[in-house]
């Protein structure tokens, strides 16, 4: 099993259960957060969280 450091604060990826962390990313509408899981990558987007 690979480390991955852990604080505590994100989500659980749904795909395999490991930490999510923080981040963006660009989609048609413009920058939205995001969860990214480092083990296998899965992103959840999570909309209008950075709106004007």
């Known amino acids: ?3 991955f450091a852990l ?5 659980v990826c749904p795909a395999c259960g ?3 962390t923080a981040d963006g990313v660009e989609t048609a509408e413009g920058l939205e957060s995001c969860h990214r899981c480092p ?3 899965l ?3 999570v909309p209008g969280l950075w709106a004007e």
């Open 1 to 3: 099993m690979e480390d």
């Open 7 to 11: 604080d505590g604060d994100g989500p």
């Open 43 to 45: 992103v959840v987007v």
């Open 39 to 41: 083990r296998c990558n």
């Open 18 to 20: 490991v930490e999510m």
